[in-house]
Protein backbone atom coordinates (compact mmCIF):
# COMPACT_ATOMS: atom_id res chain seq x y z
CA UNK A 1 0.00 0.00 0.00
CA UNK A 2 1.20 3.36 -1.05
CA UNK A 3 -0.04 6.47 1.03
CA UNK A 4 0.72 10.09 -0.48
CA UNK A 5 1.12 11.92 2.39
CA UNK A 6 1.58 16.35 2.84
CA UNK A 7 4.43 17.09 5.39
CA UNK A 8 4.24 20.95 6.54
CA UNK A 9 7.51 21.14 7.94
CA UNK A 10 7.17 25.23 9.15
CA UNK A 11 9.94 27.09 11.30
CA UNK A 12 12.04 26.45 13.84
CA UNK A 13 12.56 23.06 14.78
CA UNK A 14 9.38 21.94 13.14
CA UNK A 15 11.54 20.97 10.13
CA UNK A 16 13.65 18.96 11.58
CA UNK A 17 11.41 16.93 13.88
CA UNK A 18 9.48 16.20 10.31
CA UNK A 19 12.91 14.77 9.29
CA UNK A 20 12.82 12.19 11.96
CA UNK A 21 9.24 11.22 11.49
CA UNK A 22 10.01 10.76 7.59
CA UNK A 23 12.90 8.50 8.70
CA UNK A 24 10.70 6.28 10.46
CA UNK A 25 7.96 6.14 8.27
CA UNK A 26 10.37 4.64 5.58
CA UNK A 27 11.42 2.31 7.83
CA UNK A 28 8.45 0.93 7.66
CA UNK A 29 7.53 -1.64 4.93
CA UNK A 30 4.82 0.62 3.52
CA UNK A 31 5.26 2.52 0.38
CA UNK A 32 5.28 6.88 0.45
CA UNK A 33 4.67 9.49 -1.64
CA UNK A 34 5.68 12.13 0.23
CA UNK A 35 4.59 16.09 -1.15
CA UNK A 36 5.31 18.82 1.10
CA UNK A 37 3.30 22.23 1.65
CA UNK A 38 4.61 25.62 2.90
CA UNK A 39 3.25 27.09 6.42
CA UNK A 40 4.28 29.28 9.18
CA UNK A 41 6.20 32.75 9.31
CA UNK A 42 8.89 31.35 6.30
CA UNK A 43 6.55 31.02 3.89
CA UNK A 44 4.51 34.25 4.69
CA UNK A 45 8.13 35.72 4.12
CA UNK A 46 8.46 33.35 0.91
CA UNK A 47 5.15 34.36 -0.72
CA UNK A 48 3.31 36.10 1.19
CA UNK A 49 0.97 34.27 2.96
CA UNK A 50 1.48 31.91 5.90
CA UNK A 51 -1.05 29.18 4.50
CA UNK A 52 -0.89 29.43 0.57
CA UNK A 53 -4.39 27.73 -1.20
CA UNK A 54 -1.71 25.59 -2.78
CA UNK A 55 -0.92 24.06 0.57
CA UNK A 56 -4.58 23.51 1.56
CA UNK A 57 -5.11 21.69 -1.79
CA UNK A 58 -1.92 19.87 -1.41
CA UNK A 59 -3.70 18.79 2.51
CA UNK A 60 -6.70 17.87 0.98
CA UNK A 61 -5.38 16.21 -2.20
CA UNK A 62 -3.35 13.74 0.13
CA UNK A 63 -3.94 10.62 2.49
CA UNK A 64 -3.33 12.55 5.42
CA UNK A 65 -0.77 15.25 6.60
CA UNK A 66 1.80 15.94 9.09
CA UNK A 67 2.35 19.07 10.68
CA UNK A 68 5.69 20.01 12.23
CA UNK A 69 5.22 23.77 13.92
CA UNK A 70 5.02 27.55 12.84
CA UNK A 71 6.64 30.85 14.37
CA UNK A 72 3.94 33.24 15.26
CA UNK A 73 6.04 36.62 14.56
CA UNK A 74 5.59 39.97 16.41
CA UNK A 75 2.77 42.32 15.09
CA UNK A 76 2.39 41.95 11.63
CA UNK A 77 -0.87 43.52 10.49
CA UNK A 78 -2.22 40.97 7.58
CA UNK A 79 -0.73 38.04 9.50
CA UNK A 80 -3.29 35.60 10.27
CA UNK A 81 -3.08 32.36 12.50
CA UNK A 82 -2.02 29.29 10.02
CA UNK A 83 -2.98 27.03 11.91
CA UNK A 84 -6.63 28.18 13.13
CA UNK A 85 -7.12 29.27 9.66
CA UNK A 86 -6.32 24.98 8.53
CA UNK A 87 -8.42 23.40 10.47
CA UNK A 88 -11.29 26.39 9.97
CA UNK A 89 -10.75 25.99 5.86
CA UNK A 90 -10.56 22.49 6.08
CA UNK A 91 -13.23 22.08 8.62
CA UNK A 92 -11.08 19.65 11.10
CA UNK A 93 -13.47 19.26 13.54
CA UNK A 94 -12.17 16.82 15.62
CA UNK A 95 -8.80 17.53 18.02
CA UNK A 96 -8.08 14.46 19.38
CA UNK A 97 -5.08 14.05 22.06
CA UNK A 98 -4.25 11.19 23.58
CA UNK A 99 -2.92 11.31 27.26
CA UNK A 100 -1.02 8.15 28.10
CA UNK A 101 1.55 7.27 30.76
CA UNK A 102 5.38 6.90 29.36
CA UNK A 103 7.46 4.94 30.60
CA UNK A 104 9.62 7.81 32.67
CA UNK A 105 10.01 8.65 36.30
CA UNK A 106 8.62 12.19 35.42
CA UNK A 107 4.99 10.31 34.69
CA UNK A 108 2.65 8.55 36.70
CA UNK A 109 1.38 4.68 35.30
CA UNK A 110 -1.87 3.72 34.41
CA UNK A 111 -2.88 6.91 32.26
CA UNK A 112 -4.52 6.07 28.68
CA UNK A 113 -7.04 8.51 27.88
CA UNK A 114 -8.29 10.76 24.60
CA UNK A 115 -9.59 14.27 25.18
CA UNK A 116 -11.80 14.84 21.54
CA UNK A 117 -11.88 18.23 21.55
CA UNK A 118 -14.40 20.50 19.07
CA UNK A 119 -12.15 22.29 16.87
CA UNK A 120 -14.05 25.04 14.42
CA UNK A 121 -16.50 26.48 16.73
CA UNK A 122 -17.47 27.54 20.64
CA UNK A 123 -15.41 30.71 21.81
CA UNK A 124 -12.59 30.08 18.66
CA UNK A 125 -15.95 31.10 15.89
CA UNK A 126 -13.69 34.26 15.25
CA UNK A 127 -16.94 36.29 16.12
CA UNK A 128 -15.35 39.44 18.32
CA UNK A 129 -16.24 43.08 18.15
CA UNK A 130 -15.79 46.39 20.39
CA UNK A 131 -18.37 48.59 21.41
CA UNK A 132 -18.53 52.03 23.40
CA UNK A 133 -15.27 53.00 21.40
CA UNK A 134 -12.94 50.20 22.20
CA UNK A 135 -14.38 49.97 25.97
CA UNK A 136 -16.32 46.94 25.80
CA UNK A 137 -14.87 43.60 23.75
CA UNK A 138 -17.84 41.04 22.95
CA UNK A 139 -16.57 37.80 21.57
CA UNK A 140 -19.60 35.09 20.43
CA UNK A 141 -19.66 31.64 21.81
CA UNK A 142 -21.59 29.69 19.03
CA UNK A 143 -22.32 26.31 19.51
CA UNK A 144 -23.86 24.23 16.82
CA UNK A 145 -26.59 21.15 16.85
CA UNK A 146 -24.24 19.89 13.80
CA UNK A 147 -21.17 20.61 15.15
CA UNK A 148 -21.91 19.15 18.55
CA UNK A 149 -23.25 16.02 17.36
CA UNK A 150 -20.65 14.92 15.00
CA UNK A 151 -17.73 15.35 18.03
CA UNK A 152 -20.15 13.87 20.33
CA UNK A 153 -20.31 11.33 17.82
CA UNK A 154 -16.60 10.50 17.19
CA UNK A 155 -15.98 10.34 20.81
CA UNK A 156 -18.49 7.61 21.56
CA UNK A 157 -16.98 6.22 18.31
CA UNK A 158 -13.87 6.31 19.64
CA UNK A 159 -14.61 4.98 22.70
CA UNK A 160 -15.89 1.71 20.65
CA UNK A 161 -13.49 1.50 18.49
CA UNK A 162 -10.97 1.53 21.34
CA UNK A 163 -12.78 -0.86 23.57
CA UNK A 164 -13.47 1.82 26.56
CA UNK A 165 -16.43 2.01 28.26
CA UNK A 166 -16.72 5.57 29.22
CA UNK A 167 -17.04 8.71 28.28
CA UNK A 168 -16.90 12.14 29.94
CA UNK A 169 -18.95 14.63 28.76
CA UNK A 170 -17.73 18.00 30.06
CA UNK A 171 -19.40 21.37 30.49
CA UNK A 172 -20.91 24.25 32.20
CA UNK A 173 -24.13 24.10 31.69
CA UNK A 174 -25.11 25.50 34.69
CA UNK A 175 -24.18 28.64 33.49
CA UNK A 176 -23.83 28.52 29.89
CA UNK A 177 -27.49 27.61 30.18
CA UNK A 178 -28.20 28.45 26.34
CA UNK A 179 -24.65 26.92 24.14
CA UNK A 180 -23.48 24.27 26.82
CA UNK A 181 -27.30 23.79 27.69
CA UNK A 182 -27.53 22.73 23.89
CA UNK A 183 -24.54 20.49 23.53
CA UNK A 184 -25.07 18.58 26.98
CA UNK A 185 -28.72 18.27 25.32
CA UNK A 186 -27.33 16.69 22.15
CA UNK A 187 -24.81 14.38 24.42
CA UNK A 188 -27.74 13.12 26.17
CA UNK A 189 -29.46 11.93 22.78
CA UNK A 190 -25.96 10.73 21.01
CA UNK A 191 -25.77 8.67 24.06
CA UNK A 192 -28.76 6.75 23.35
CA UNK A 193 -27.17 4.97 20.61
CA UNK A 194 -24.02 3.22 22.37
CA UNK A 195 -25.68 1.77 25.31
CA UNK A 196 -22.72 -0.58 25.82
CA UNK A 197 -20.85 2.83 26.44
CA UNK A 198 -21.25 4.87 29.77
CA UNK A 199 -21.76 8.77 29.57
CA UNK A 200 -21.00 10.73 32.55
CA UNK A 201 -20.98 14.57 33.07
CA UNK A 202 -18.59 16.81 34.63
CA UNK A 203 -18.42 20.47 35.08
CA UNK A 204 -15.12 21.65 33.26
CA UNK A 205 -13.71 23.24 36.94
CA UNK A 206 -14.49 20.00 38.30
CA UNK A 207 -12.70 18.12 35.43
CA UNK A 208 -9.49 20.42 35.62
CA UNK A 209 -9.43 19.54 39.51
CA UNK A 210 -10.26 16.18 38.99
CA UNK A 211 -7.43 15.71 36.14
CA UNK A 212 -4.74 16.30 38.80
CA UNK A 213 -6.82 14.45 41.92
CA UNK A 214 -7.21 11.38 39.89
CA UNK A 215 -6.44 11.35 36.04
CA UNK A 216 -6.39 7.30 35.93
CA UNK A 217 -10.41 7.93 36.21
CA UNK A 218 -10.98 9.21 32.68
CA UNK A 219 -10.88 7.09 29.03
CA UNK A 220 -12.32 9.50 27.02
CA UNK A 221 -13.21 13.58 27.22
CA UNK A 222 -15.30 15.07 24.78
CA UNK A 223 -15.62 18.98 25.07
CA UNK A 224 -16.08 22.07 23.70
CA UNK A 225 -13.31 23.80 22.15
CA UNK A 226 -12.02 26.02 24.41
CA UNK A 227 -12.44 23.87 27.52
CA UNK A 228 -10.34 21.44 25.53
CA UNK A 229 -7.59 23.40 24.74
CA UNK A 230 -7.24 24.08 28.59
CA UNK A 231 -7.81 20.67 29.67
CA UNK A 232 -6.04 19.22 27.09
CA UNK A 233 -2.60 21.85 27.75
CA UNK A 234 -2.87 20.91 31.44
CA UNK A 235 -3.53 16.81 31.29
CA UNK A 236 -0.26 16.26 28.64
CA UNK A 237 2.25 17.72 31.68
CA UNK A 238 0.67 14.31 33.59
CA UNK A 239 2.68 12.03 30.46
CA UNK A 240 5.94 13.78 29.55
CA UNK A 241 5.31 17.68 28.92
CA UNK A 242 5.63 18.84 25.26
CA UNK A 243 8.31 16.43 24.18
CA UNK A 244 5.93 13.68 23.79
CA UNK A 245 2.93 15.07 23.21
CA UNK A 246 0.95 14.54 20.24
CA UNK A 247 -2.10 15.44 18.55
CA UNK A 248 -4.30 14.65 15.27
CA UNK A 249 -6.98 16.92 13.30
CA UNK A 250 -9.98 15.27 11.73
CA UNK A 251 -12.39 16.40 9.46
CA UNK A 252 -14.63 14.33 6.90
CA UNK A 253 -11.91 14.50 4.02
CA UNK A 254 -8.61 15.84 5.49
CA UNK A 255 -6.52 14.96 8.56
CA UNK A 256 -3.32 16.93 10.18
CA UNK A 257 -1.19 15.29 12.52
CA UNK A 258 1.10 17.04 14.57
CA UNK A 259 3.41 17.40 17.57
CA UNK A 260 1.76 19.92 20.24
CA UNK A 261 4.80 21.67 20.73
CA UNK A 262 5.84 24.62 19.09
CA UNK A 263 8.42 26.17 16.57
CA UNK A 264 11.15 26.45 20.05
CA UNK A 265 12.95 28.68 18.70
CA UNK A 266 15.60 28.17 21.78
CA UNK A 267 16.43 24.61 20.46
CA UNK A 268 16.18 25.09 16.51
CA UNK A 269 19.28 23.92 14.92
CA UNK A 270 20.85 22.39 18.54
CA UNK A 271 19.74 18.75 17.79
CA UNK A 272 17.95 18.68 21.54
CA UNK A 273 14.56 18.84 20.33
CA UNK A 274 12.68 15.82 21.27
CA UNK A 275 11.23 14.14 18.76
CA UNK A 276 8.99 11.68 20.02
CA UNK A 277 5.82 14.13 19.67
CA UNK A 278 6.35 14.35 16.09
CA UNK A 279 6.63 10.26 15.88
CA UNK A 280 3.72 10.05 18.08
CA UNK A 281 2.13 12.01 15.76
CA UNK A 282 3.10 10.11 13.20
CA UNK A 283 1.89 6.72 15.03
CA UNK A 284 -1.67 8.63 15.38
CA UNK A 285 -1.54 9.27 11.28
CA UNK A 286 -1.17 5.35 10.67
CA UNK A 287 -3.95 4.64 12.97
CA UNK A 288 -6.34 7.02 10.38
CA UNK A 289 -4.71 4.84 7.51
CA UNK A 290 -5.77 1.96 9.26
CA UNK A 291 -2.06 0.84 9.52
CA UNK A 292 -2.85 0.16 12.91
CA UNK A 293 -0.09 -2.44 13.86
CA UNK A 294 2.45 -0.44 12.82
CA UNK A 295 1.47 2.35 14.52
CA UNK A 296 1.45 -0.12 17.78
CA UNK A 297 5.10 -0.95 16.95
CA UNK A 298 6.33 2.52 16.33
CA UNK A 299 4.89 3.62 19.75
CA UNK A 300 6.10 0.49 21.43
CA UNK A 301 9.80 1.74 19.92
CA UNK A 302 9.42 5.11 21.49
CA UNK A 303 8.34 4.16 24.67
CA UNK A 304 11.70 1.67 24.65
CA UNK A 305 14.27 4.23 23.86
CA UNK A 306 12.28 6.33 26.89
CA UNK A 307 12.36 3.38 28.99
CA UNK A 308 16.16 2.78 28.42
CA UNK A 309 17.34 6.54 28.91
CA UNK A 310 18.03 6.40 24.85
CA UNK A 311 16.53 9.95 24.70
CA UNK A 312 16.67 14.07 24.12
CA UNK A 313 18.15 15.97 27.58
CA UNK A 314 13.83 17.02 27.92
CA UNK A 315 13.52 13.28 29.03
CA UNK A 316 16.91 13.54 30.73
CA UNK A 317 18.90 11.60 28.27
CA UNK A 318 21.75 12.68 26.45
CA UNK A 319 20.69 11.80 22.40
CA UNK A 320 20.63 14.60 19.95
CA UNK A 321 17.74 14.52 17.96
CA UNK A 322 18.99 12.57 15.46
CA UNK A 323 20.46 10.39 17.44
CA UNK A 324 17.03 9.31 19.18
CA UNK A 325 15.17 8.28 15.96
CA UNK A 326 17.80 6.34 14.94
CA UNK A 327 17.57 4.65 18.23
CA UNK A 328 13.73 3.96 17.65
CA UNK A 329 14.27 3.05 14.03
CA UNK A 330 16.62 0.35 15.48
CA UNK A 331 14.28 -0.50 18.59
CA UNK A 332 11.99 -1.18 15.45
CA UNK A 333 13.81 -3.83 13.85
CA UNK A 334 14.82 -5.37 16.44
CA UNK A 335 11.04 -5.90 17.14
CA UNK A 336 9.29 -5.79 14.19
CA UNK A 337 8.85 -9.46 12.68
CA UNK A 338 9.00 -8.15 9.30
CA UNK A 339 11.63 -6.73 7.35
CA UNK A 340 11.56 -3.11 7.02
CA UNK A 341 12.96 -0.57 4.59
CA UNK A 342 16.68 0.46 4.63
CA UNK A 343 16.61 3.90 5.85
CA UNK A 344 18.91 6.24 3.70
CA UNK A 345 20.16 9.75 2.82
CA UNK A 346 16.87 11.78 5.24
CA UNK A 347 19.07 11.71 7.88
CA UNK A 348 21.64 13.59 6.20
CA UNK A 349 19.47 15.89 4.67
CA UNK A 350 19.80 19.74 6.14
CA UNK A 351 16.09 20.34 4.40
CA UNK A 352 13.31 18.55 3.08
CA UNK A 353 13.13 20.62 -0.01
CA UNK A 354 16.78 19.52 -0.78
CA UNK A 355 16.06 15.71 0.42
CA UNK A 356 13.38 15.68 -2.04
CA UNK A 357 15.65 16.59 -5.11
CA UNK A 358 17.54 13.73 -4.02
CA UNK A 359 17.61 10.54 -6.24
CA UNK A 360 19.28 7.91 -3.87
CA UNK A 361 16.02 8.04 -2.01
CA UNK A 362 14.74 4.48 -2.97
CA UNK A 363 11.30 4.46 -0.88
CA UNK A 364 9.98 7.63 -1.74
CA UNK A 365 8.81 8.54 -4.82
CA UNK A 366 9.37 12.01 -5.43
CA UNK A 367 6.98 13.39 -6.62
CA UNK A 368 5.45 16.94 -6.17
CA UNK A 369 1.66 17.90 -6.98
CA UNK A 370 0.58 21.21 -8.60
CA UNK A 371 -2.57 22.90 -7.70
CA UNK A 372 -3.84 21.89 -11.74
CA UNK A 373 -2.67 18.27 -11.59
CA UNK A 374 -4.30 17.86 -7.99
CA UNK A 375 -7.41 19.23 -8.86
CA UNK A 376 -7.55 16.58 -11.61
CA UNK A 377 -6.56 13.67 -9.68
CA UNK A 378 -9.35 14.68 -6.81
CA UNK A 379 -12.28 12.54 -7.34
P1 LIG B 1 7.08 25.94 22.35
O1 LIG B 1 6.19 24.77 22.40
O2 LIG B 1 7.79 26.18 21.07
O3 LIG B 1 8.18 25.81 23.52
C1 LIG B 1 7.83 25.80 24.90
C2 LIG B 1 8.95 25.14 25.71
O4 LIG B 1 8.99 23.74 25.45
C3 LIG B 1 10.33 25.68 25.34
O5 LIG B 1 11.12 25.71 26.50
C4 LIG B 1 10.87 24.63 24.38
O6 LIG B 1 12.28 24.55 24.39
C5 LIG B 1 10.22 23.35 24.90
N1 LIG B 1 9.99 22.42 23.80
C6 LIG B 1 9.12 22.56 22.77
N2 LIG B 1 9.19 21.54 21.93
C7 LIG B 1 10.12 20.70 22.44
C8 LIG B 1 10.64 19.44 22.01
N3 LIG B 1 10.22 18.83 20.87
N4 LIG B 1 11.60 18.87 22.77
C9 LIG B 1 12.02 19.44 23.90
N5 LIG B 1 11.57 20.61 24.35
C10 LIG B 1 10.62 21.24 23.63
O7 LIG B 1 6.21 27.20 22.75
P2 LIG B 1 6.62 28.75 22.83
O8 LIG B 1 8.06 28.89 23.22
O9 LIG B 1 5.59 29.38 23.65
O10 LIG B 1 6.44 29.29 21.35
C11 LIG B 1 7.48 29.33 20.35
C12 LIG B 1 6.83 29.66 19.02
O11 LIG B 1 5.99 28.58 18.61
C13 LIG B 1 5.94 30.92 19.08
O12 LIG B 1 6.13 31.65 17.90
C14 LIG B 1 4.54 30.34 19.16
O13 LIG B 1 3.59 31.22 18.64
C15 LIG B 1 4.68 29.09 18.31
N6 LIG B 1 3.72 28.01 18.61
C16 LIG B 1 3.29 27.26 17.56
C17 LIG B 1 2.46 26.19 17.75
C18 LIG B 1 2.12 25.35 16.56
O14 LIG B 1 2.75 25.48 15.53
N7 LIG B 1 1.15 24.47 16.64
C19 LIG B 1 1.97 25.81 19.07
C20 LIG B 1 2.53 26.62 20.14
C21 LIG B 1 3.36 27.70 19.91
MG1 LIG C 1 -3.13 24.84 22.81
Redesign the pocket.
Known amino acids: MTYRICLLP?D??GPE?IDCAVRVLCALPLGWNFIEGGIGYAEYQRSGSPLPDETLLKIRGADAALFG????PPNIPNYFSP?VRMRQSLDLYANLRPIRSIPHSSAPSGIDFIIVRENTEGLYSGIERLEEDGNRAITERVITRKGSERIIRKAFDLARQTGRKSVHVIHKANVLRQTDGLFRAVAIEVARDYPEITMNEMLVDTCAMELVRAPGQFEIIVTTNLFGDILSDEACMFVGG??VAASGNIGSDAAVF??V???????AGTG???PS?TLFAAAMMLDYLNESNHANHLRQSIETCIASGKS?P?LGGNLTTSQMTNEAIATLQTNDNVTLNEVTSYSNSKSLAASRRDSSLPSVVQNDITSNNLERNKS
Request: glycine content about 16%.
Open positions: GGIVAVTTVLGEPHGSAPNLKANATD
